[in-house]
């Protein structure tokens, strides 16, 4: 099941503005990951933070991540319209006591980036 | 490193056909393997889990009989729809993790399923 809320579905802005994504879950967590998929293409992972964590950067990307409120944003600054792709949080969790963690995924946001 | 592939890319069958799909890791072991199914604009589910020289753990709803797993090495496992019929038709994504690192997930590219 997905546990992950994000809002908004789609987000529509222009060129070098910043993009702002949410994620809502409702289960204990390891860590969250943020991913980028271009249309009908795989998954490429932007940026993990652990659940001790509280904000991580890396590049024009931040992520933060409140776990008492069960939530993580993802920021984008200075968007580019190469930037225009679908965007997924995913929650890692020990699955029921198995040696692996288990990522359930998010609903995603849309990113659309005008030029 | 860490890559993972799949083959075919795309694929196009006749109802009532079979269709096997391969994911690899192609510079590491992975004792356990991930299989997704993405509709068009909708997220990824969490088909089943692959592990290495043991049976496959379905998620609820997932017909097993229908889609076949085997993990016949460290480095292989196959997907394989069994009659496939039109609704069958998504993207299906297979994700790897290396021994050791259990929460960071290696995704391949995906493989497009076209059931006619």
């Known amino acids: 099941s997905q546990q992950g809320e994000e809002d908004p579905q789609a987000l529509s802005i222009q060129e070098g503005e910043n993009a702002t994504m949410n994620c809502s879950y409702k289960t204990s967590i390891n860590n969250l990951q943020w991913y980028r998929q271009n249309s009908g293409r795989g998954l490429v992972h932007l940026i993990l933070?652990?659940?001790?964590?509280r904000e991580k950067h890396s590049g024009r990307l931040r992520v933060t991540l409140d776990t008492s409120k069960k939530s993580s944003s993802l920021l984008i600054t200075a968007s580019r319209a190469a930037d225009t792709a679908s965007y997924f949080c995913?929650?890692?969790?020990?699955?029921?006591?198995?040696?692996?963690?288990?990522?359930?995924f998010g609903q995603g946001t849309i990113l659309t980036v005008h030029p | 490193g860490a890559v993972v592939s799949q083959h075919p890319s795309w694929v196009i069958c006749k109802s009532g056909t079979s269709v096997k799909i391969e994911c690899r890791s192609l510079?590491?072991?992975?004792?356990?393997m991930f299989w997704y199914r993405q509709f068009p604009k909708q997220s990824l589910m969490l088909m089943a889990t692959?592990?290495?020289?043991?049976?496959?753990?379905?998620e609820q709803g997932v017909e097993k009989d229908k889609f076949l797993i085997n993990h016949a090495s460290l480095t292989l496992s196959t997907l394989t729809v069994t009659s496939a019929h039109p609704e069958d038709s998504s993207f299906y994504i297979c994700?790897?993790?290396?021994?050791?690192?259990?929460?960071?997930?290696?995704f391949g590219p995906g493989t497009r399923l076209t059931v006619t």
């Open positions: 692959s592990n290495e020289g043991s049976k496959a753990t379905y």
């Open positions: 510079d590491f072991q992975a004792t356990t």
């Open positions: 995913a929650t890692a969790s020990n699955a029921g006591g198995t040696s692996y963690g288990k990522l359930t």
């Open positions: 933070i652990r659940s001790n964590e």
């Open positions: 994700s790897a993790y290396i021994s050791g690192t259990p929460y960071e997930q290696y």
